[in-house]
């Protein structure tokens, strides 16, 4: 045949009415899919939200338009010519499945458009507007239309420059609307976290851009680009310690205020407070608990001794589908194997690296180097747990065995020495090894806190069985930052004198740490946490602190099928 057939148009595919148990979608939503699929479905249907300085500034520019005034009456009662100026107005529609809060409403009688604010000035592009803010203000005017309203129009006011852009609701706008709430729809119910956007001038002031780790995705996925420093923001909140016996926490205004016997004894700001941290018997009061819980500030509890007991958090992370992937990888034995082989290779690659970088011997330890590269061979082949086990028993025999040539001795002490001659523990019977264990509840304590933050289930784990109610993911999170943490932080403290013999009493064969210790350790211990190092893959400088959250996003990522691998932090 000499004639060209006719080509077939692409026919709209509509998401079915909603129905059942399905949240209405919000309008803000929309507008999020439209800018990013993945940024939508990871604060639609993972539910993670973090503030950025535009969100905050977003939020103080709508501060007036939050506050509701007037009335929006019904539009078949609504009288020709009587105007209408109505804020913070909240309308849904069950047939469309969608819902908004309207900034403002103007108009006359039956005919209404919307009014959304927008932080900053009217970008000069052919429309007036991005397509997002179009859709959103779209989405708005679909539901006035289907409450009985006549609403052809909408308005985009930009508060910095005070412009308004009107936006027509032609046949363009509203499909391009329709698409967006489809696709929003459509991805959501598949529960496949869409790929990150490549190289995009999006990533860097998406408030998410730390969550969803776009660059480093990309990176792990193919290994051709090192990421831009997207992700690593310095937090300079801080954990808040209190240990004194008997001491009270109360909130009087934006101020956590300390008191011993009714004293004033120190104050910190909440704003600067990432967690709250009670060591002993501690009375926190009941509004001050409330407070922190709304701000999402989890206070962790632990015995006078260190023993962590647990954390007390808000409703705790809306991520159920993160959770669901960890205890459907938890039973898979394979799986499981697979990823306790790379914390253990991990943990003895990073032992290696403590010992070489801090031998005080005259000899170099080439053969105790090799012994432990070996180890790291076996436990990549280890063909089950026992096996494994075994592998890790020795490292870390080896390990301790020499651990003595990394500390500076104090031969001259007269209550105790800094002599180490193997690891114990339940109870320490000398003061390394009760600086050791020290270190140990501190560090599961901190990684239990940045998994519940981030979404997992921080007593299910993959190496360590979930028994007596241990935080067996945080142990295995944790297994390749003892050396680079805590054993470090030993190290620096006996080392540069900030710990001293005498900073410990004895009692009933056991060693613990006296107050003034204690302190002194835990400020010890933070500053390594807060120390900055650069990341071997991603070749970006970020503190251990923020490794550590990195590490656990990276780990969802991975059982979310985003990653092929997850990929266990290894120090050079």
């Not at 807060?530 to 490794?547: A, C, D, G, M």
Request: with cysteine; charged share 30%.
């Amino acid at each position: 045949m000499s004639e060209q057939s006719p080509t077939q148009t692409e026919l709209p595919l509509p998401f079915p009415e909603l129905s059942g148990d399905l949240p209405l979608l919000p309008a803000r939503m929309v507008n999020e899919y439209e800018y990013c699929p993945r940024l939508a479905y990871l604060e639609w249907v993972q539910g993670e939200w973090a503030d950025s300085g535009d969100t905050v500034e977003g939020r103080y520019r709508h501060r007036r338009v939050d506050k509701p005034s007037g009335a929006l009456p019904d539009p078949d009662e609504a009288e020709e010519g009587e105007r209408i100026h109505a804020r913070s107005i909240t309308l849904s529609s069950n047939r469309l499945g969608l819902i908004a809060k309207m900034d403002l409403i103007e108009g006359e009688g039956s005919t209404v458009h919307p009014v959304d604010y927008k932080r900053g000035k009217r970008p000069h592009v052919p429309k007036g507007a991005y397509d997002p803010e179009r859709i959103q203000l779209c989405v708005q005017g679909m539901i006035l239309e289907e409450h009985g309203y006549a609403c052809t129009e909408g308005v985009l006011y930009f508060s910095e420059s005070r412009e308004r852009v009107k936006v027509e609701f032609d046949d363009e706008l509203r499909a391009k609307t329709c698409a967006a709430i489809d696709g929003l729809r459509f991805i959501a119910a598949g529960g496949q976290l869409p790929p990150p956007l490549e190289d995009s001038p999006k990533c860097p002031r998406c408030s998410l851009v730390g969550i969803c780790l776009p660059d480093e995705v990309n990176f792990l996925k193919r290994e051709q680009e090192s990421p831009r420093p997207l992700a690593v923001a310095r937090d300079e909140a801080l954990p808040l310690y209190v240990q004194a016996t008997s001491a009270k926490v109360a909130k009087k205004g934006e101020v956590l205020e300390i008191s011993i016997e009714d004293r004033p004894a120190a104050s910190a700001r909440i704003a600067e407070v990432s967690q709250v941290v009670m060591m002993g018997n501690i009375y926190l009061t009941t509004p001050t608990l409330h407070e922190l819980m709304r701000r999402e500030i989890p206070v962790s509890w632990h015995s006078y001794g260190g023993w962590f007991l647990g954390h007390t958090v808000g409703v705790g992370h809306k991520n159920v589908e993160l959770r669901t992937a960890q205890y459907r990888a938890s039973f898979d034995e394979r799986l499981c194997l697979r990823l306790a082989r790379g914390f253990v290779r991990a943990k003895i690659l990073n032992c290696r690296t403590l010992l070489r970088r801090n031998w005080r011997g005259e000899d170099k330890p080439e053969r105790l180097m090799e012994e432990l590269r070996r180890d790291t061979d076996d436990t990549d082949r280890a063909p089950d747990f026992p096996v494994l086990l075994g592998t890790e028993g020795i490292a870390a025999q080896r390990y301790f065995g020499h651990f003595a040539q990394i500390i500076k001795g104090d031969k001259d002490s007269e209550t105790f020495s800094f002599d180490f001659t193997r690891r114990n523990r339940r109870p320490p019977t000398d003061p390394v090894n009760a600086l050791l264990s020290y270190a140990y509840a501190l560090l599961v304590r901190t990684w239990t806190v940045t998994l519940t933050a981030v979404g997992f289930d921080a007593y299910r784990g993959f190496y360590h069985q979930p028994r007596y109610g241990r935080p067996a993911l945080a142990l295995d999170m944790m297994e390749p930052f003892r050396p680079l943490v805590a054993d470090s932080t030993v190290i620096q403290a006996i080392n540069n004198g900030e710990i001293r013999p005498t900073d410990f009493i004895s009692a009933a064969g056991s060693v613990a740490l006296a107050d003034d210790g204690r302190k002194r350790f835990i400020g010890t211990f933070e500053r390594r946490l807060s120390q900055e190092i650069t990341h071997p893959l991603f070749s970006y400088k970020v503190s251990y602190r923020r490794l550590f959250e990195i590490q656990a996003r990276l780990l969802g990522r991975f059982l979310l099928n985003d990653i092929p691998d997850y990929p266990n932090f290894t120090t050079r």
